[in-house]
């Protein structure tokens, strides 16, 4: 599994993997921590976490960037509960990421930034995930892949067709 197929569903707890793409254009996802299925409407908002960035005193920090730092000071990171008193989580959070912006990031944004990370870290660090969050090696790989289509197609075109019409020929020539 890749960080990059990771969602959130608004109003569903936890995180999902997208498992298949419905005709209607929804998608099925299944539960990271229960490994349910469910339908998620086209129209339903989703949240990718890809997508989602941290604010910071000087620019936003991708998610996957802040569960690495995390990942650095994991048993801090995994010794919270989320259910801790509002300070002791920004404490925390500082300790793990000093450039969070404190006024910006919300103390529901920090539980769900624990939460998310105590049930994906596995993911963190991986080449799988490394690959899928760096967009140049994402683009080195289609780069490679489209050469590889281009070699088969070039070897296909240079390789001599029999002819066809000329064996036809030459039968219909020891029939008569």
Do not use: C
């Not at 289509?149 to 066809?164: G, L, M, S, T, W």
């Amino acid at each position: 599994m890749s960080f990059e197929k990771i969602i959130s569903v608004p109003g569903s707890p936890g995180l999902y993997k997208m498992v298949a793409q419905m005709r209607n254009g929804g998608f099925v996802v299944e539960g990271i921590s229960d490994n349910k299925r469910m339908p998620v409407s086209a129209t339903q908002r989703i949240v990718m976490l890809k997508d989602v960035a941290i604010y910071t005193y000087e620019e936003d920090m991708p998610l996957y960037d802040a569960f690495k730092k995390m990942k650095e000071n994991d048993s801090l990171a995994t010794s919270v509960n989320t259910k801790s008193e509002p300070a002791d989580l920004r404490a925390v959070l500082k300790k793990v990421l000093p450039e969070y912006d404190e006024e910006r990031v919300h103390i529901s944004d920090i539980r769900k930034i624990f939460a998310w990370y105590g049930l994906i870290k596995e993911l963190v660090g991986t080449p799988e995930s490394e690959a899928a969050m760096n967009p140049a090696a994402e683009n080195v790989e289609e780069v490679v892949e489209e050469a590889k289509v281009e070699a088969k197609v070039e070897e296909v075109a240079e390789k001599p067709k029999a002819p066809k019409k000329r064996a036809a020929k030459k039968a219909t020539d020891k029939e008569s």
